[in-house]
């Protein structure tokens, strides 16, 4: 490797501080006063985590020229300094893997595809490995250190074990990717689900900011779901949480891939959508684009599986707002092409399924493309690295 992993360690890794650096990284520039107010710590505390970070280049403090009073000193702002460490973040899919190098703040500096001809794990890796090579040779031009990388992948996956325990769409059991993305890359690699590495950039930088409760569904594929509670990406105990893609919402429905029937996936999955198609209309359908392309048509037995799709989504976000009360769902996923075809549906029957106040949740729809999946693996492992990650 050009690059190779430096021993150099976050010198602040208690929970106050890696609390107080994402508050900077995400809502930054701040006072320390501000700071201390976001972040619910006193002052005092904030000075004493402040410290080592800006000893060590990680925050930086200066004057905030704007806000310079008519008289005495402007008062100072507290930010975190993009340039002092890169990160690379990876998703996979079932036919390419997006990277992204970017700075301490995660913002994206460039990013990279590589095709995927096969989606065994040594296939996979190969690939994480070309990528990252790529992303290595570009951030030496740099001059900065690539300090850990994030690997996003759909499925259940146990990010302290860094296993990915079962991935459908990879077709993948207890594969220990971290381990083995660490010795192919030489970084030290963070795995994690790919909707709840998504989550972990809208939290940060996204519409979720500020928010301490809400919730990231995404359609296409799969259906995920990411939940943030009290501030926290919630992982569940088993590394599965928030999985409303299974959940049931017609017993009677068709079969899932996960040995249940009727379950959200089963019905507004690509796939399941595509079946349907197929089913009632005899026409060819290939992929989901199609079997969109017939519905915008108006081809009535198309245009009725993407109803049926959007009524078990809004099923399935009704349950995530009765069960936690988000103060917003934000429905995402490559699936929002089909977006039109089924918005009317999603909102009825969330409307219909929505207990009392949980109805009130807000409901938007993002666009966000797989570079921005690829900036949620990057988050995490900038978790990781700061020691703020759901298991530290
Ligand atoms: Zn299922």
């Keep these: 490797m050009s690059s190779p992993p430096r021993a150099e360690t976050f010198p602040a890794n208690t929970p106050a501080a890696s609390q107080i650096f994402v508050t900077a990284l995400s809502q930054g520039p701040l006072t320390r006063l501000e700071l201390a107010r976001r972040a619910g710590l006193s002052p005092a505390a904030v000075t004493k985590a402040v410290r080592p970070l800006i000893e060590a280049g990680y925050l930086v403090e200066s004057a905030d020229e704007e806000a310079r009073p008519a008289l005495g000193r402007p008062a100072s702002l507290v930010r975190v300094d993009g340039a002092r460490a890169l990160f690379i973040g990876i998703k996979v899919t079932g036919d390419e893997v ?37 992303l290595l040779a570009e951030a030496d031009g740099l001059g900065v250190h690539v300090v850990g990388a994030g690997v996003a992948v759909s499925g259940d996956v146990d990010r302290a074990e860094g296993m990915v325990r079962y991935s459908p769409f990879l077709e993948w059991r207890e594969v220990p990717l971290a381990g083995l993305a660490a010795t192919t890359t030489g970084l030290p690699v963070t795995v994690d689900n790919d909707v709840r590495a998504l989550t972990v950039a809208e939290q940060w930088f996204g519409a979720g900011v500020g928010l301490s409760d809400f919730a990231v569904v995404t359609v296409g594929a799969g259906i995920g779901c990411g939940l943030v509670v009290h501030g926290r990406v919630v992982a569940g105990a088993h590394g599965v949480a928030g999985e409303i893609g299974h959940v049931t919402v017609d017993p009677a429905g068709p079969l899932c891939h996960c040995g249940n029937r009727g379950c959200v996936e089963a019905i507004a999955g690509d796939a399941a959508i595509v079946d349907r198609v197929r089913a009632a209309t005899g026409a060819e359908v290939a992929d989901a684009a199609e079997a969109a392309a017939l519905a915008h048509q108006g081809v009535a037995g198309a245009q009725e599986a993407y109803a ?27 699936g929002l092409a089909a977006y039109d075809l089924f918005a009317e549906q999603i909102r009825d029957s969330f409307a219909a399924a929505a207990f009392g106040s949980a109805a009130e949740c807000d409901v938007q729809t993002r666009p966000l493309p797989f570079e921005e999946w690829a900036r949620g693996a990057a988050a995490t492992a900038i978790q990781s690295y700061i020691g703020s990650g759901p298991h530290q």
């Design 98 to 134: 997006i990277g992204v190098l970017t700075d301490l703040c995660c913002r994206v500096l460039l990013a990279r595809r590589l095709p995927l001809a096969d989606r065994a794990p040594r296939a996979v890796l190969t690939a994480l490995a070309g990528l990252t090579q790529e």
């Design 308 to 334: 049926r799709a959007g009524e078990a989504i809004g099923r399935g976000i009704a349950t995530v707002a009765n069960l936690l009360g988000p103060e917003r769902v934000i429905i995402s996923g490559e």
